[in-house]
């Protein structure tokens, strides 16, 4: 059976690929960063302690840090992968443009420590770069393998440094080396900061009664949003092909920041109304037509403007052109932006302890991907035992990160 060695593990995307990986019978070690509290609340649920379980484990973590080259050639020649999925990274745009060397340091350097590291070591893995549609920039939509880029933060430029760092070990060393250059893609346990999280989660806080508005930057920017289990498939796939190979994978759909607020609030029931242009943007409660209507009332402001949330450039489209995963991996996206609203906005509520609409979780069960383990997609019995389910650390977690929003709403972290 295969190895992979996965950096960012711990994020979004690396607890997918981490569950999906090990479904398919591989063995699976991932980076880590030392820190002072738990960092792995998105994997503990796979992780069996190796001491514990006798040589059964089959996912094994190892402290590391992409600033740290010595390490990762130590772990590349150690572990010996198969395949190195790199998807550690400074991964927010917003906060690129406050601090771009890190950035440069770790997005954009750290792809050729890793590289390097490959090199040095003899091993040949086949390796995959999570390469991003913020890379095309300011190219007009819709965006392709052979759309000029035209990067417009830190971040994009980083990762673009980055892609053409693996295109180029591809050329100069024969690595098998993959580019997916992917667009937005979200879920429940997207960073709780990036627009469509801090947009379901502030929707479950304020049915919660935990918080009455959410302040956001640009409404009209343009994403396509698509479901983060269906695109770190398409990562493994990209590897198993004969020949490396860029793809970008998206879902061929754009909607506004605009929209998914206007969509998550309209999946329970809350209409808004907009007043007031750019920074001064509000967006107001028009009409409740659901059982929420004693929580929020016509005429809560519940969205407001904030010029601190602008970007000094911003990215104002984003739509794939996905004909080539299409034709070449024979893929298509299943997850589109309405039910993606759904999911998220019905997982956020649970995590609230709150019933939710259930349209989402519905849709969610209806794809089988039964290797996904958490949150709770393998239980039967409808919603009633889902509110059973062992989510109480996630409620109490969500109560303290509510106590703690509140704070960081007032001071000067911009995300
Ligand atoms: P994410 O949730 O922000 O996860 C980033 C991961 O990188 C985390 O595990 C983080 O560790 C790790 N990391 C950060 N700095 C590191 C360092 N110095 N050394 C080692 N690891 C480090 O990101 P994601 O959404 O899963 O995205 C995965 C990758 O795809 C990223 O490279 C991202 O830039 C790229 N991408 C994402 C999207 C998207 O829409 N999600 C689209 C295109 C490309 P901690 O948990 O300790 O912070
Ligand atoms: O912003 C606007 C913001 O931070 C989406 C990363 O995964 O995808 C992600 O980058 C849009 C932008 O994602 C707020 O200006 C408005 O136009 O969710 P985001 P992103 O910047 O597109 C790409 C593909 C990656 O590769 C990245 O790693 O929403 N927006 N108001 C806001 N965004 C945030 N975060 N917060 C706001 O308050």
């Given at each position: 059976m295969k190895t992979a060695l996965i950096t960012g593990i711990t994020g979004q995307d690396g607890s997918y690929l981490t569950e999906f990986l090990l479904a398919q019978g591989y063995t699976v070690h991932g980076i880590i960063r030392r820190s002072s509290v738990f960092n792995t609340n998105r994997i503990d649920h796979v992780y069996k302690d190796p001491n514990a379980v006798n040589g059964h484990a089959q996912l094994f973590l190892h402290y590391g840090d992409l600033s740290d080259p010595g390490l990762l050639t130590e772990l590349i020649y150690n572990i010996r992968p198969d395949e190195v999925y790199h998807l550690g990274a400074q991964s927010h745009v917003r906060v690129s443009f406050d601090m771009p060397e890190y950035t440069g340091n770790i997005t954009a350097m750290g792809t050729t420590r890793l590289l390097e590291a490959i090199r040095r070591s003899g091993v040949r893995p086949r390796f995959y770069q999570a390469s991003s549609s913020e890379m095309f920039g300011a190219a007009p939509p819709p965006q392709n393998e052979r759309t000029p880029f035209a990067p417009q933060s830190p971040y994009a430029v980083a990762k673009l440094y980055a892609y053409w760092m693996a295109c180029n070990y591809r050329d100069a060393y024969g690595l098998f080396a993959c580019n997916g250059i992917l667009f937005n893609h979200e879920s429940p346990r997207r960073g709780e900061t990036f627009l469509t999280r801090k947009v379901t989660r502030a929707l479950a806080f304020m049915l919660s009664g935990k918080q009455r508005t959410v302040y956001l930057g640009n409404l009209d920017a343009r994403r396509d949003w698509g479901y983060a289990p269906e695109y770190v498939q398409m990562m493994w796939l990209m590897l198993q092909q004969d020949q490396p190979d860029d793809y970008v994978v998206g879902t061929g759909q754009t909607h506004s920041v605009r929209e998914f607020v206007e969509d998550a609030f309209a999946y329970v029931g809350i209409e808004l109304e907009w007043r007031g242009a750019r920074e001064h943007e509000q967006g107001i409660?028009?009409?409740?037509?659901?059982?929420?209507?004693?929580?929020?009332?016509?005429?809560?402001?519940?969205?407001?403007?904030?010029?601190?949330?602008?970007?000094?450039?911003?990215?104002?489209?984003?739509?794939?052109?996905?004909?080539?995963?299409?034709?070449?991996?024979?893929?298509?996206?299943?997850?589109?932006?309405?039910?993606?609203?759904?999911?998220?906005?019905?997982?956020?509520?649970?995590?609230?302890?709150?019933?939710?609409?259930?349209?989402?979780?519905?849709?969610?069960?209806?794809?089988?991907?039964?290797?996904?383990?958490?949150?709770?997609?393998?239980?039967?019995?409808?919603?009633?035992?889902?509110?059973?389910?062992?989510?109480?650390?996630?409620?109490?977690?969500?109560?303290?990160?509510?106590?703690?929003?509140?704070?960081?709403?007032?001071?000067?972290?911009?995300?």
């Amino acid at each position: 059976m295969k190895t992979a060695l996965i950096t960012g593990i711990t994020g979004q995307d690396g607890s997918y690929l981490t569950e999906f990986l090990l479904a398919q019978g591989y063995t699976v070690h991932g980076i880590i960063r030392r820190s002072s509290v738990f960092n792995t609340n998105r994997i503990d649920h796979v992780y069996k302690d190796p001491n514990a379980v006798n040589g059964h484990a089959q996912l094994f973590l190892h402290y590391g840090d992409l600033s740290d080259p010595g390490l990762l050639t130590e772990l590349i020649y150690n572990i010996r992968p198969d395949e190195v999925y790199h998807l550690g990274a400074q991964s927010h745009v917003r906060v690129s443009f406050d601090m771009p060397e890190y950035t440069g340091n770790i997005t954009a350097m750290g792809t050729t420590r890793l590289l390097e590291a490959i090199r040095r070591s003899g091993v040949r893995p086949r390796f995959y770069q999570a390469s991003s549609s913020e890379m095309f920039g300011a190219a007009p939509p819709p965006q392709n393998e052979r759309t000029p880029f035209a990067p417009q933060s830190p971040y994009a430029v980083a990762k673009l440094y980055a892609y053409w760092m693996a295109c180029n070990y591809r050329d100069a060393y024969g690595l098998f080396a993959c580019n997916g250059i992917l667009f937005n893609h979200e879920s429940p346990r997207r960073g709780e900061t990036f627009l469509t999280r801090k947009v379901t989660r502030a929707l479950a806080f304020m049915l919660s009664g935990k918080q009455r508005t959410v302040y956001l930057g640009n409404l009209d920017a343009r994403r396509d949003w698509g479901y983060a289990p269906e695109y770190v498939q398409m990562m493994w796939l990209m590897l198993q092909q004969d020949q490396p190979d860029d793809y970008v994978v998206g879902t061929g759909q754009t909607h506004s920041v605009r929209e998914f607020v206007e969509d998550a609030f309209a999946y329970v029931g809350i209409e808004l109304e907009w007043r007031g242009a750019r920074e001064h943007e509000q967006g107001i409660v028009r009409s409740v037509a659901s059982r929420w209507d004693h929580v929020l009332r016509p005429g809560d402001v519940v969205v407001q403007v904030l010029p601190k949330y602008f970007r000094p450039t911003e990215v104002d489209v984003l739509q794939a052109d996905i004909t080539k995963v299409r034709q070449r991996l024979h893929w298509e996206p299943r997850v589109l932006y309405h039910d993606l609203v759904r999911i998220m906005v019905d997982y956020d509520l649970l995590f609230e302890g709150l019933e939710p609409p259930g349209e989402g979780i519905a849709v969610e069960q209806t794809l089988g991907y039964t290797w996904i383990q958490q949150p709770p997609y393998n239980v039967t019995g409808g919603l009633d035992s889902y509110q059973r389910m062992p989510i109480k650390a996630e409620r109490r977690l969500a109560s303290t990160v509510a106590e703690l929003l509140a704070q960081v709403e007032s001071d000067d972290l911009v995300e």
